[in-house]
């Protein structure tokens, strides 16, 4: 156990933009496949925070091997910003349609009422 974090931790400085485009690509991926196929409009909105979160990801990455100073980490506080009032709202829509249909499934919400 004592040579694999030995191995890890001389690994973790060869850690390339390439590694986080791939984490990057896999998130973004298991989100919008989260978003595709779930009918309940909790897991959309969490196929939507991992979108978010890859997008975060990639504007770090470049910030950081990309040479720009700290543009890439501004933005991704204002992405992480715009995430928590978009759960906010997003939460209070599915909290009022839960209490007007008893039911939170995408497919089943056929008609908004008044």
């Given at each position: 156990?004592?040579?694999?974090?030995?191995?890890f931790i001389r690994w973790l400085p060869k850690v390339g933009l390439s590694h986080?485009?791939?984490?990057?690509?896999?998130?973004?991926?298991?989100?919008?496949?989260?978003?595709?196929t779930r009918r309940n409009a909790i897991m959309?909105?969490?196929g939507v925070e991992l979108v978010l979160?890859?997008?975060n990801i990639n504007f770090v990455a470049f910030s950081r091997y990309g040479g720009v100073n700290f543009d890439g980490q501004v933005a991704a506080i204002f992405v992480i910003i715009l995430a928590a009032a978009e759960a906010a709202v997003a939460l209070a829509i599915v909290l009022n349609i839960y209490q007007r249909f008893q039911t939170v499934n995408v497919d089943e919400i056929s008609t908004m009422k008044e």
């Open positions: 156990m004592e040579t694999f974090f030995a191995e986080f485009l791939i984490v990057s690509a896999i998130l973004f991926a298991l989100g919008i496949y989260g978003i595709s959309v909105l969490m979160n890859a997008a």
